[in-house]
C-alpha cells in the first residue's frame, strides 16, 4: 500500500473538517486520495470505522503537542498558557460542523470518544492542579478531584447545551473566559500576580490583553 493509514486519517480529516462529516461519502475519500474504494476498504471496513480513526488520530495528534509542552518542565501557569495557544490554533482550523454531525450520525463513536476526552482532560486537569499546588501558586486547600470534576463538567456542559451557539462553543474568547474564570479561583496572590503579568504580554490574542488592562 502506498500510503501509510496516518496519512490517510490526516486527509479525510481535512475533508471531515471543511465539509462535514455527513456530506463526505467514501466515494468521496476514494477519489481525493486516488485510489478505489476496494483500496480503501482495505484500510478500514467502513465509514464508521474510518470516523472513529479520524477522530482518534486527531486525539492522538493533539495529545502528541500536549506532550511537548509538558516534556519542557513548564510551572502550573506556563503549562497552562502554553496549552492556550495549542487551543487557540486548533479552535482556529476547527470547524463545529464536524463534532455536530459526529454526535447525531456516529452516536457510539461519539459517546466513546467523549469518555476518552473526559478521562484524559480529568488527568491533565488533577496533574495541573497538583503541579500548582506544589509551585505554591494555587492555593494550598484546594481540593484536586472536586476541582477537576467542576472544570471537566463545565467544559462538557458548554459543548452540549442550548445556551452557547454552535460558533461560540469553538471560539477563543470563550475559551479565554473559562480560562481565566478558573484559574481567579484556583490562584493565590502569588498566582494571580503571575497571571496579570502574563495576561498582558500574550502575543495569541488581544483578548487576554484586554482581560489584564481590566484586570
Known sequence: MELKLENILDKVFEMYNRYGIKSVTMDDVASMLGMSKKTLYQY??????????????LIQNKECLQNEVYN???????????????MND??????????????????????????????????????NLRKGIANGLYREELDVDI???????RIE????????????ITSFKVFIE???????GICN?????????????AP????LNQKAANA
Open 44 to 57: 478500514v471496513k467502513d465509514k464508521t470505522e474510518l470516523v472513529e480513526k479520524v477522530v482518534e488520530r
Open 157 to 168: 456542559l458548554s459543548l452540549d447545551n442550548p445556551v452557547f451557539e454552535r460558533d461560540e
Open 147 to 153: 476541582i477537576t470534576k467542576i472544570f471537566v463538567s
Open 204 to 207: 495569541f490574542s488581544e483578548n
Open 178 to 184: 473559562m480560562m481565566i474564570y478558573h484559574l481567579h
Open 90 to 127: 486548533h479552535i482556529k482550523h476547527y470547524n463545529p460542523a464536524m463534532e455536530y454531525d459526529l454526535k447525531k450520525y456516529y452516536p457510539a463513536v461519539y459517546l466513546k470518544i467523549s469518555e476518552t476526552r473526559r478521562n484524559k482532560m480529568y488527568e491533565a486537569v488533577a496533574k
Open 72 to 86: 519542557k518542565n513548564f510551572n502550573a501557569l506556563e503549562e497552562i498558557f502554553a496549552l492556550a495557544q495549542i
Open 189 to 201: 496572590s502569588k498566582g494571580l500576580e503571575i497571571i496579570q503579568e502574563r495576561l498582558k504580554d
